[in-house]
C-alpha cells in the first residue's frame, strides 16, 4: 500500500533490550496493530460524509431533502462489478401540475458514489415517485375492466469474464416492444372473478398441502349432534394430521378465498390453526383433558358447548347448512359446515398436574347422562329465550339449570 509507520523511539529502545525471537515478536505485534488501525481510518475516511451527500444531490428546484436513517454502506454491484457507496433519502420537489398548484413530487432513491480516497459521487438513482396533494383515483377509474393476449419481446444478456469461463448469475434483461391482442371488455365483476397466475399457483398449493395431510372419511350427518360428538371424537382419537385435513373439509365457505374449496382466509387459516395447535400441540392433549362422553354445557340448535373432565374448560361448536344445489324452487342436498370451533384447554403445568392426579376411571364416567339427553334429542323446540326448553327425560339444559345436579354427580370428583 506504500504506507510506512516508524515505531516510536520509546518502543525502539526497548526492544533493544531484548533479545531473539522475543524481541522480533514484540516488534510484529505493535506494527501490526498500527497498520490495522491505519487501515481502519482510511475505511471510515474513505465514507462520503452526510453533509457532502446533501451537498451532491442537492437542486435548486428541491423544497426539501432527507437522508434516510443508518449509515452510508458499501453495496457490490454485478451489474458494474465494483463496490459503491449508497445512501437512501428522499427528496421532496414542485408537482408542477397547474391544477394543484401546492402538489408536490416525493422521491425516493439513493445517492451512490465511486469508493476511493476520497470518493466520488457517481449518480443519483431514483427508486419510487409519490404524488402529494393530487385526488387519488376513483373506484371507477382504477378498474381494469379489459383483458387482452399479451406478446412481449425482451432481450437478455449473459455475462462472463472470458471465453472460457463459466456464464456468470448476473444477467440483464431488457424489454424492447409489447403487443396487445385479442382485446375483451369484461364489466368489474367478472374481472374480480377471474382466475390469475398468482391465484392458479395458490390454488395448486393449497390442493397440494391439503392432499399431504392424507385422506378423511366425512361421514353423511343426518343431525347436528352427530357432527358434534364426531367432531370431538375426531379431536381424542386422531392424530393433528388426520383432524386438520377434516375440519378444512368442513369449514363454512366463508372461510374460504372465493370460488375455492381449498384455499384458506386468513381467518379460516387461524381458526384451523388455534384448534389443531390447542388440541394437539400443547402440554396435554386433547385426549388427557376431555372425557370419550363429555358433559354438555349447552345445546342450541346447531350449536353446542361441551365440558372437559374437570368442567373448567370447554368446547365451543357451531354449524350451518351449505351447499347443494336448487330444484323446484327448493335448495337439496346441503350438508353440515362448520361455523365456529374454540378449543379451550388447560395449559399450566399445576392444572395439567391436577387433572393427571386422578385414578382411572374417576373422572369420566360412560355414558354421561347429560350426553345420552343430547344423543335422544335432536335440535327440539327453541324456548324464548334462545336455548333448548329441554326434554322429559332430562335434556342437557334442563341438567345445566340445577347448578350442580346431577351431570357435575357424574362428571366431577
Not at 446533501?54 to 443508518?70: C, F, H, M, N, R
Not at 388447560?346 to 392426579?357: E, G, M, Q
Not at 339427553?373 to 329465550?385: D, G
Request: with cysteine; net charge neutral.
Amino acid at each position: 500500500m506504500g504506507l510506512v509507520h516508524p515505531i516510536p523511539k520509546a518502543l525502539t529502545a526497548e526492544l533493544r533490550q531484548v533479545s531473539g525471537t522475543n524481541a522480533a515478536a514484540m516488534c510484529i505485534r505493535p506494527l501490526f496493530l498500527l497498520v490495522a488501525s491505519s487501515f481502519s481510518g482510511l475505511a471510515a475516511f474513505a465514507q462520503p460524509s452526510d453533509a457532502q451527500i446533501l451537498k451532491d444531490i442537492s437542486s435548486p428546484k428541491q423544497l426539501k431533502v432527507e437522508l434516510v436513517k443508518g449509515t452510508t454502506k458499501k453495496v457490490w454491484s454485478d451489474a458494474h462489478a465494483q463496490w459503491f457507496w449508497e445512501r437512501g433519502a428522499t427528496i421532496w420537489l414542485s408537482a408542477d401540475v397547474p391544477e394543484y398548484p401546492n402538489a408536490k413530487v416525493v422521491v425516493y432513491g439513493f445517492a451512490r458514489y465511486h469508493t476511493g480516497s476520497p470518493p466520488s459521487y457517481r449518480e443519483w438513482k431514483t427508486s419510487l415517485n409519490e404524488y402529494e396533494g393530487i385526488p387519488a383515483p376513483t373506484k371507477e377509474e382504477i378498474r381494469d375492466v379489459e383483458v387482452a393476449t399479451e406478446s412481449t419481446r425482451q432481450e437478455t444478456r449473459f455475462y462472463r469474464e472470458k471465453v472460457s469461463d463459466p456464464w456468470r448469475s448476473f444477467m440483464v434483461t431488457v424489454e424492447r416492444d409489447v403487443r396487445h391482442d385479442n382485446i375483451r371488455s369484461y364489466s368489474p365483476e367478472d374481472i374480480r372473478a377471474m382466475e390469475t397466475i398468482g391465484s392458479r399457483e395458490q390454488e395448486a398449493q393449497a390442493q397440494a398441502e391439503l392432499a399431504a395431510l392424507g385422506e378423511v372419511t366425512i361421514p353423511d350427518f343426518a343431525r347436528d349432534v352427530d357432527v358434534f360428538m364426531h367432531t370431538h371424537k375426531l379431536l381424542r382419537e386422531s392424530t393433528a394430521a388426520q383432524f386438520e385435513a377434516y375440519l378444512i373439509r368442513m369449514l363454512a365457505p366463508v372461510y374460504f378465498v372465493e370460488g375455492s374449496t381449498t384455499r384458506l382466509t386468513s381467518q379460516g387459516a387461524d381458526l384451523v390453526n388455534k384448534a389443531v395447535n390447542n388440541a394437539f400441540k400443547g402440554k396435554s392433549t386433547y385426549a388427557q383433558q376431555y372425557c370419550p362422553d363429555p358433559g354438555v354445557k349447552s345445546q342450541q340448535p346447531n350449536g353446542m358447548e361441551w365440558w372437559n373432565a374437570t368442567q373448567d374448560a370447554h368446547v365451543r361448536m357451531a354449524l350451518t347448512k351449505a351447499g347443494g344445489a336448487w330444484k323446484n324452487g327448493q335448495k337439496v342436498g346441503e350438508t353440515f359446515k362448520i361455523t365456529a370451533l374454540e378449543v379451550w384447554m388447560l395449559t399450566s403445568s399445576d392444572d395439567i398436574a391436577r387433572i393427571n392426579s386422578y385414578e382411572p376411571g374417576m373422572l369420566c364416567k360412560s355414558p354421561s347422562a347429560a350426553s345420552q339427553a343430547i344423543r335422544k334429542s335432536t335440535s327440539e323446540p327453541t324456548a324464548p329465550n334462545g336455548t333448548n326448553s329441554g326434554s322429559a327425560n332430562g335434556g342437557g339444559n334442563e341438567i345445566l339449570k340445577k347448578g350442580k345436579g346431577l351431570l357435575s354427580k357424574l362428571t366431577t370428583p
